[in-house]
């Protein structure tokens, strides 16, 4: 499945693999080098340790590398007044008669731990271009599901709650 990303994403994304390529890298390697320049390899721990830091480095880049070819980048046209990517969410629910505040973002940011909630979710789908004041449905399972009511929303930055590993 191909993964949807805003523009600045892909820049974060980027710049990630330009530091590992560029600075972790080589720094890396000067460590292997040196490792395998102290002599006996069968008992070297630092020499395995930095050939497995390689491996976990280039591996890194090879999935980002990956998630970038197959992307799909996608750009929020939502009004100011309507739900929509890295807008924060205050909804009401009712069933437990408390709020909650999200922000609505890609699935690769996504963080239910922050309420940083994906447009991929079933909460984030349901959310998506209604309107404060509007009651929503949202589908937990084939024979559940609970109403919220959209209390306000907010615009934020795409770099604030920014949850996308960078270095």
């Known amino acids: 499945m191909k993964e949807k990303l805003t523009p600045k994403d892909v820049e974060k994304i980027q710049a990630e693999i330009d530091h590992r390529k560029l600075v972790l890298r080589p720094q890396i390697l000067d460590a292997v080098r040196e490792a395998r320049a102290q002599g006996d390899l069968s008992e070297n721990f630092e020499y395995y340790a930095a050939r497995r830091e390689n491996g976990t480095n280039n591996s890194r880049i090879r999935y980002l590398e990956r998630l970038l070819k197959n992307a799909v980048i996608i750009e929020d046209n ?62 937990v399972n084939d024979t559940y599901s609970y109403d919220v009511i959209i209390r306000e929303i907010k615009n934020t930055s795409d770099n604030e709650d920014d949850n996308i590993r960078a270095f």
């Open 78 to 139: 939502s009004s100011s007044d309507e739900v929509g990517l890295n807008k924060t969410v205050t909804v009401y629910i009712e069933e437990d008669d408390e709020y909650e505040t999200y922000k609505i973002v890609t699935s690769i940011r996504g963080n239910s731990m922050k309420n940083l909630i994906s447009i991929e979710s079933p909460l984030g789908k349901a959310l998506l271009h209604h309107h404060t004041g509007d009651k929503v449905t949202i589908p």
